[in-house]
């Protein structure tokens, strides 16, 4: 090993020491809020990420977005959104076990649901929030008569489990894609505007 290449390890492995033991989320709030506000979701293949995203840009960028396998520390937060993609008509189990596990510091911050969903491609009716938001969601969190939306998703077959893929594929299912930006934004004003 020649002088150079030795050094150059050296300072790599002393940086290393000095890296935060676990990395944190990052975050997405640009602008400054007096109050601070975070959306919490769970995914599978992004679409609730990419949701969740898009609300808070419809908040003017106040919210953190978190992925609930990060395991936040919400309580440093005023305000919660809720939310995630849906399969078989529930959440993923990540997301219900952080609520499970939290729903002392989560049931007094919680402002809005929101669901993701392929709904077969077909519009979200009455129905469908009722199912996936007041059955569900609410159900769980123990929180009733807030802001709640159940948007369209997509499928992208890249993104899949093997197995869900190899099932959905089975269905003959096309890869498609029906979240719209414009209504993540329209509900993350909706529930702003609730708080303001």
């Keep these: 090993m020649n002088k150079r290449t030795f050094f150059k390890s050296g300072l790599l ?13 990052l975050e997405y709030y640009p602008m400054p809020s007096d109050k601070k506000w975070a959306i919490l979701y769970g995914t599978w293949c992004g679409s609730a ?4 995203i898009w609300i ?3 908040m003017d960028g106040i919210a953190n977005v978190f992925d609930v ?14 939310g995630g993609a849906v399969r078989g008509g529930k959440t993923s189990q990540e997301l219900q076990d952080y609520i499970a596990k939290n729903k002392e510091i989560l049931k007094t911050r919680i402002r809005g649901y929101f669901a993701v969903c392929g709904n077969m491609m077909k519009p ?13 969601l609410a159900t769980i969190c123990s929180v009733t008569n807030i802001p709640s939306k159940v ?14 893929r190899k099932q959905m594929e089975g ?9 719209k930006r414009p ?12 708080v303001i």
């Excluded at 209504?183 to 609730?194: P, S």
């Design 13 to 25: 492995g002393m940086i290393a020491l000095f890296l935060p033991k676990k990395a944190h989320p």
């Design 49 to 52: 990420r990419d949701a969740a």
């Design 56 to 58: 808070s840009e419809g």
């Design 69 to 82: 396998r990060e395991n936040p520390d919400l309580s440093v937060y005023d305000h919660i959104i809720v």
């Design 124 to 136: 979200v009716g009455p129905e469908t929030t009722k199912t996936l938001i007041d059955d569900h």
């Design 151 to 164: 948007f369209l998703g997509r499928i992208t077959y890249g993104l899949m489990e093997p197995e869900v």
């Design 171 to 179: 269905f003959k299912m096309p890869e498609y894609d029906n979240l």
């Design 183 to 194: 209504e993540c934004m329209a509900f993350g004003k909706e529930v702003l505007g609730t």
